[in-house]
């Protein structure tokens, strides 16, 4: 039963900050790629960031870089974003997810969850 359930998302004004986490359960993250994919209504999926499980890596979409950060719990299944310094452009529905490799996270996640809505406005 793998089941990943996001949180924290909410109204913030532009500049701010806000954290989102994600709690995974029947599944181990060291065996994925995972990483987090946001998506607007009618709009399709952007890659915010992943980790490879070939490298180990994270690797950051350019509209995030330097702004957002990703963390690892893996003895507690969570993975968590940091977002600072956010932006209007930012408002979507933010999901982690997994996949056997980052190319294919927004294309072919193996699981995502429901989303968390993040609202950047004045």
């Known amino acids: 039963q793998e089941q990943m359930v996001e949180s924290g998302g909410g109204l913030v004004q532009p500049g701010g900050s806000l954290r989102l986490s994600c709690a995974g359960s029947?599944?181990?993250?060291?065996?994925?790629?995972i990483g987090w994919f946001r998506q607007a209504p009618g709009k399709t999926r952007e890659a915010v960031v992943c980790?490879?499980?070939?490298?180990?890596?994270?690797y950051y979409g350019d509209a995030v870089k330097d702004r957002f950060s990703i963390w690892v719990d893996a003895a507690k299944n969570s993975l968590g974003l940091r977002m600072k310094d956010l932006k209007a452009d930012d408002t979507d529905v933010y999901y982690c997810?997994?996949?056997?490799?980052?190319?294919?996270?927004?294309?072919?996640?193996?699981?995502w969850g429901k989303g968390t809505q993040v609202t950047v406005s004045t």
């Open positions: 980790i490879s499980s070939d490298d180990r890596l994270a």
């Open positions: 997810a997994e996949a056997e490799s980052c190319p294919v996270l927004t294309s072919e996640p193996t699981y």
């Open positions: 029947g599944f181990r993250f060291d065996d994925y790629s």
